[in-house]
């Protein structure tokens, strides 16, 4: 079974392919060099508190991740087809991913005041990384179903982001990211994202040579 199709090889630009592999690389990596895996509220102020200048760099490269997703969605919005509201579906999510570059710049300059001792924020901060959260889990969710629709690759990868993006809501609305379970299972989330789109990267790489 191919996991790309024709539409799939209909052009996108060498830096939004190149975007969908390095920008989930660079999240993860910036994450990890912020806070340890699972932390949530006052350990992950913490966390951020104690690695200081690590932290710092982590949070800059997470952005520069956000910033190159925002890119590989929007050159995957362009050269999606219109059939089956494919094209309505990823101009959703393009504004989606707008929406939540916005707050992942004011959370990473919240954190950055954290990592540089300042903790006055902290509470303010944790509120802006759950808005964070449900923005980035609702812009999987047109995202989802864009890929499913248009055919740029297998529809299976649309599922599975659906499927991120519902449990990701509940877990963030129900649970909670302040909780050492609602932590831990979107960790675990962001990670299978990461991995989704790094794949989808590598497919569309490698379909120009099919």
Do not use: C
Request: glycine share 16%; hydrophobic share 55%; net charge negative.
């Amino acid at each position: 079974m191919s996991f790309i199709t024709g539409a799939g090889r209909s052009g996108l630009d060498p830096i939004a392919k190149w975007s969908l592999i390095i920008a989930p690389i660079l999240f993860v990596v910036g994450g990890f060099m912020t806070a340890d895996f699972g932390s949530y509220k006052d350990s992950l102020v913490g966390d951020i508190a104690a690695n200081g200048d690590t932290a710092k760099l982590g949070l800059t490269i997470g952005i520069i991740g956000v910033v190159l997703y925002a890119r590989s969605i929007l050159g995957l919005t362009r050269i999606t087809p219109e059939a089956g509201n494919a094209q309505a579906h990823m101009r959703v999510a393009s504004a989606g991913v707008i929406a939540l570059l916005a707050i992942q710049t004011i959370q990473t300059g919240m954190a950055m005041g954290i990592a540089g001792g300042d903790t006055t924020g902290a509470a303010s901060f944790l509120g802006v990384q759950a808005a964070g959260t449900i923005v980035a889990m609702l812009t999987i969710i047109p995202l989802a179903g864009g890929l499913a629709a248009g055919g740029l690759v297998s529809k299976y990868f649309g599922w599975v982001l659906f499927a991120i993006a519902i449990v990701g809501l509940i877990v963030t609305i129900v649970i909670g990211l302040d909780t050492e379970t609602g932590s831990l299972v979107g960790g675990i989330l962001q990670s299978i994202w990461a991995i989704v789109i790094l794949v989808i990267g590598i497919i569309m790489i490698n379909g120009d040579g099919d």
